[in-house]
């Protein structure tokens, strides 16, 4: 079983930044890929940026490209996700997921989430 936590959210203004963390546990954490992903009220969940461990190839949505970083630390299992120049609209809860490998169309585990929000 893979457990994910995330931290570091918050308020804060347009234009500031903030930088989630998501740490990974289980008895032998690996993944295929590691992504973010965000919920605003009334909204569906979407697509933020993707990280993949072998490469490790990253992968962004077009509304954060340029203003968001997704990283790692294998060694730690730790995937980061930098955001900058934040906007109201990135207000939502943000998901870390896991999948776990290549094979599987999905993600398989996910965390239970992080409030950012962002004040204009």
């Known amino acids: 079983q893979v457990q994910l936590v995330e931290s570091g959210g918050g308020l804060v203004q347009a234009g500031g930044s903030l930088r989630l963390s998501c740490a990974a546990s289980?008895?032998?954490?690996?993944?295929?890929?590691m992504g973010w992903f965000r919920q605003a009220p009334g909204k569906e969940r979407e697509f933020v940026a993707s990280?993949?461990?072998?490469?490790?190839?990253?992968y962004y949505a077009d509304s954060v490209k340029g203003r968001f970083t997704i990283s790692s630390d294998n060694a730690k299992n730790t995937v980061y996700l930098q955001m900058n120049s934040l906007k109201p609209e990135d207000t939502a809860i943000y998901y870390c997921?896991?999948?776990?490998?290549?094979?599987?169309?999905?993600?398989?585990?996910w965390g239970q989430g992080t409030q950012v929000t962002v004040s204009s």
């Open positions: 997921a896991v999948r776990s490998a290549a094979w599987r169309n999905e993600y398989d585990y």
């Open positions: 289980g008895r032998t954490f690996s993944y295929y890929t």
């Open positions: 990280i993949r461990r072998s490469d490790p190839s990253t």
